[in-house]
C-alpha cells in the first residue's frame, strides 16, 4: 500500500509538470493525436455495447506517452518512468466505478481542450485531478484486496 501512494505522490507531482510542459510544445497534429486517443478512449470506455475496458489500458499508455514526450524533459520523464512501471494494478480499469471512469475519460478531453488552448495551468489542473481519481480508485482497490 505505501509503494502505491509513494507512486501516486510521485505522479500527482511530476505528470502535472510535464503535462504543463507538453502545452508548450504540442503542435498542431499533436494536438490531433491527442484528440484521437481521448475520442477512442471515451468510444472503448464508456458503459454501453463497445466498452472494452482492456482496450483503454494502451489508448491511455499512448495518451499519457504523448504527453511526456512532447514535455520534452528528460530528468521528469525518468523519474515518472520509474515510478509507473512498478506496480501492475495501476494498469486496470476493472477497478474504476462508473463515475470514477467517466471523470477519468473526461480528463483526458479537458486536457486536449486545455492544450489546445495553449493553458499549461489549466492543464496542469486537469492532469492533477486525473491522478487524484485514479488515486483514491487504486487505493481504495488495494485497501479491498488485502481485507478480502
Sequence with gaps: MSELEGVFDLRSTVEPL???HAVTHARPADVAALDEL????LAVGLPGHRQDLDALVPLNRRFHGLLVELADQPVLATALAGAIHAPLQLRNFHAYDEA???????????IVAAIRAG??????????????NA???MLRAAREQEDG
Design 18 to 20: 510535464l503535462t504543463g
Design 119 to 132: 493553458d499549461p495551468t489549466w492543464a496542469r489542473a486537469v492532469m492533477t485531478a486525473h491522478i487524484h
Design 100 to 110: 470514477a471512469l467517466r471523470r477519468s475519460l473526461a480528463h483526458h478531453v479537458e
Design 38 to 41: 481521448a475520442a477512442e478512449m
Design 135 to 137: 488515486r483514491t480508485v
